[in-house]
């Protein structure tokens, strides 16, 4: 099967319309957002793709081609799977049952799990 292709939707000159990814990225770039590399490791990536000063919610990245351990941080994380077709989700304390997400399909962990 073929790699699911990234797409944004966004409004570009009053009519909304399909964005590429290239788009997106050009559109932080040209926001003044930097992208700060957290971690980088065999197999594992995590970036914060930065706030605008309106903005309260901290977006991050993570690139990842192995089974990789997440924490909460105390609170609530809304995740998206934007690449490939799909993840185990796992509680490593068994506070939920293991689930998949597929694509582009977005799941929220509570604060509550850690």
Do not use: Q
């Amino acid at each position: 099967m073929s790699k699911p292709l990234v797409i944004n939707w966004a409004v570009k000159s009053g009519a909304c319309g399909v964005v590429g990814l290239e788009d997106g990225f050009d559109a932080v770039r040209r926001s003044g957002r930097e992208t700060e590399l957290l971690d980088e490791e065999d197999g594992i990536c995590e970036e914060r793709t930065g706030l605008h000063e309106t903005e309260f919610i901290e977006t991050r990245r993570h690139w990842f081609t192995k089974k990789v351990p997440h924490d909460t941080g105390a609170t609530v994380n809304v995740l998206n799977l934007v690449e490939g077709e799909e993840a185990l989700v796992e509680s490593p304390t068994n506070a939920f049952e293991p689930f998949v997400v597929h694509y582009a399909e977005t799941f929220i962990i509570p604060a509550s799990v850690s």
